[in-house]
């Protein structure tokens, strides 16, 4: 049977281009404006024809239907001249083919089209696999390869350990870093007699920087490590 109009599948059913039917059908009113009035005559968008968007010979996107075939059949029905009968019954034949019970033959070639595509999908999936392990491979052979350093990892300084301390007692009590610090300094003076704020800070430097300079991060540490105690958390 020659193809007269393009059959396509569109959600798991045959489907006929709304646009190539009016061509076919050689529509002299605007496309745009056939469609609306063949949408008007009671057809369902989801149940009848689906609307999508095509590229148009310009690149841009154009609107377009997806017909089914009873839909198409209807609508070249309803133009009511020669092209419009010869496209119904074309979309009768080929709802006949599609209808009809298949073959011993044609079911042996289905299935084993279906294997094909089954074996070239595993393949593209083997040769993914394959890659990932090479991959692998390599990524541990240059990890063996790296020279291992005979220097010792530093130790994390005062200073580093009472800052994470901080952010740590910030993220489970859900106060703010202004909030704890000021709560630090506070104990600081009251409990230690090192009222920090009162010191001369130089240009650029932070609270901190003053407690580094005077000597007194152990007992900010000790003071930010208590905080933790009273939440009932291990003293990192």
Same mark, same amino acid.
């Given at each position: ?78 133009? *009511? ?6 496209? *119904? ?7 006949? *083919? ?131 105690? *009273? ?6």
């Amino acid at each position: 049977m020659e193809e007269l109009i393009k059959i396509t599948e569109y959600n798991g059913k045959k489907a006929v281009s709304a646009r190539e039917l009016h061509q076919f059908l050689e529509i002299s009113t605007r496309f745009d404006m056939w469609a609306k009035r063949m949408r008007e005559y009671g057809f369902n968008e989801g149940t009848d024809f689906c609307t999508i968007l095509s590229e148009s010979t310009g690149g841009r996107p154009s609107l377009d239907y997806a017909l089914t075939l009873d839909t198409a059949k209807h609508w070249a029905m309803m133009q *009511r001249n020669e092209r419009g009968m010869q496209a *119904r019954q074309y979309f009768i034949e080929v709802e006949k *083919r599609v209808n009809r019970p298949l073959s011993h033959a044609e079911l042996l070639l289905q299935q084993c089209q279906m294997l094909v595509e089954q074996e070239k999908r595993l393949s593209q999936v083997e040769e993914k696999v394959d890659r990932l392990i090479e991959v692998h491979e390599e990524a541990e052979r240059d990890l063996h390869e790296l020279p291992i350093s005979d220097k010792e990892i530093p130790e994390m300084s005062l200073r580093d350990q009472i800052r994470m301390l901080v952010n740590k007692y910030c993220e489970v009590s859900s106060l703010g870093q202004h909030q704890v610090w000021d709560k630090v300094y506070t104990t600081l003076y009251y409990s230690y007699h090192i009222p920090l704020r009162s010191y001369k800070m130089r240009k650029g430097e932070s609270l901190l920087d003053v407690a580094e300079r005077v000597g007194c991060l152990d007992k900010i540490h000790v003071i930010v490590s208590g905080l933790f105690k *009273r939440l009932n958390f291990i003293e990192f």
